[in-house]
């Protein structure tokens, strides 16, 4: 029997990691504590997705754990010695840090390292999977050249349009304390793979997104989008004309690469996942494909200062996990995804989701 152990399991990607991995000859084990309503409030509730993930998975074990709490994560691990351990808890929001400096860090960073220690005390050859961000190279991709075309910014440059690369520069510049707390936690994902031969690779995602977020406003922007969208709600864009662009990808695609990864471990590696030049679109552009598949117009304003530390355009260059992972690809559309998200969100707002607590 292998052991999956899952941080964030209650969350939109470590939920589709459960489930990806909840198969025959295959235990899984959540860690989660509903972080995320304290952090968003109680549209930020988890406990829906939790539930369906113990209804789907039949050899599920959830441990209502907090990550920084250091002898609490250390008894999971030593106890359960999982065969592979994905971390996704987090506070995820670039916004929020400014507000809770010590939650923000703490979980990101400290979590991170009890995580990590644990697992080189117990299970040192088990692939360890960081869910980092592209917030790591805080707003230096600003400085790429830019062009201004009718719905969106795009890299003047043929040559830039391959998209951002792991070797981009991740310090001098402002990331957020979101990204700086973030970019602690990679950099001691990396040490742990190089100093103690671990198998550990860093993520830095893009805008993960997919049919089981709670999208609020400070994260989760396309599930948010749609929300609005459906429930008739303003959707406020914070600067750049709203042609700000963000690659965006599926959670099932992002858990494919997981799965690749932990076939094929490597040591302490870093890459870029996200959606690519294909699945990418400004706000303006997601709410256009949103209005074709609910038909219904989006609602919004416009406040002309941006988020602090935002991209304005930011898609990541894909080229190394293909070249690493040749069988993994892009599944799903812009389109097909926003399409399940409306979707999903038509079901909760109903209260028929399965598992749906309002
Ligand atoms: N969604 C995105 O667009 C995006 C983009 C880049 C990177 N990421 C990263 O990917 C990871 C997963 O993102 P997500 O969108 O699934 O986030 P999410 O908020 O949906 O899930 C995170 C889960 O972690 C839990 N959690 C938070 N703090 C915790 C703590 N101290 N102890 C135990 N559990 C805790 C939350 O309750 C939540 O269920 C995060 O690390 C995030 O920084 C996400």
């Known amino acids: ?19 990806h991995f909840g198969k025959p000859g295959f235990e899984i084990h959540g860690i989660d504590n509903n972080q995320r309503a304290i952090f968003f409030g109680p549209q930020g509730d988890t406990r829906w997705n939790q539930r369906r993930v113990s209804e789907s998975v039949a050899r599920f074990q959830h441990h209502e754990v907090d990550i920084r709490d250091k002898s609490g994560v250390e008894s999971v691990i030593r ?35 009890n995580l990590l220690q644990a697992a080189r005390l117990h299970c040192t050859d088990t692939p360890f999977i960081f869910m980092s ?18 719905k969106r910014w795009e890299y003047a440059e043929e040559s830039a349009r391959n998209g951002i690369p792991e070797s981009f520069r991740v310090d001098q510049c402002t990331h957020s304390l979101f990204g700086a707390s973030k970019l602690a936690a990679d950099v001691m994902v990396q040490e742990y793979g190089r100093y103690f031969s671990m198998p550990t690779c860093c993520l830095r995602g893009g805008c993960l997104t997919g049919p089981n977020h709670s999208g609020v406003e400070l994260h989760g922007f396309l599930s948010y989008l749609v929300k609005c969208n459906l429930e008739g709600r303003e959707y406020r864009i914070y600067g750049y004309k709203g042609k700000q662009v963000r690659d965006n990808i599926h959670s099932a695609d992002v ?24 699945n990418s679109c400004s706000i303006l552009e997601a709410f256009e494909i949103t209005e074709g ?40 559309s812009l389109p097909d995804v926003i399409r399940e998200i409306s979707t999903s969100w038509q079901g909760r707002l109903s209260g028929t989701a399965s598992g749906d607590v309002k």
């Not at 152990?5 to 470590?14: A, C, E, H, K």
């Not at 065969?83 to 995820?92: D, E, G």
């Not at 230096?140 to 075309?149: G, T």
């Not at 602090?308 to 892009?330: A, E, F, N, V």
């Open 133 to 150: 961000t592209n917030k790591v190279y805080g707003d230096s991709p600003n400085s790429i050249p830019l062009m201004e075309l009718d």
């Open 79 to 113: 106890e359960v010695r999982p065969s592979l351990i994905v971390h996704t808890a987090a506070q995820p929001s670039h916004d929020l840090a400014a507000s809770i400096p010590f939650d923000d860090f703490e979980t990101n960073a400290n979590g991170t390292l």
């Open 1 to 19: 029997m292998k052991k999956v152990l899952v941080t964030g399991s209650n969350g939109l990607i470590g939920s589709e990691v459960c489930i």
């Open 293 to 332: 598949i609910t038909g219904k117009p989006q609602q919004y304003t416009y406040v002309d200062q941006n988020r602090t530390g935002d991209h304005i355009c930011y898609y990541s260059d894909l080229r190394k996990m293909h070249q690493h992972y040749p069988q993994w690809k892009i599944t799903r």
């Open 255 to 278: 858990v494919a690469f997981m799965d690749e990864f932990y076939k094929a471990p490597r040591c302490a590696e870093v890459y870029n996942l996200g959606g690519g030049s294909q």
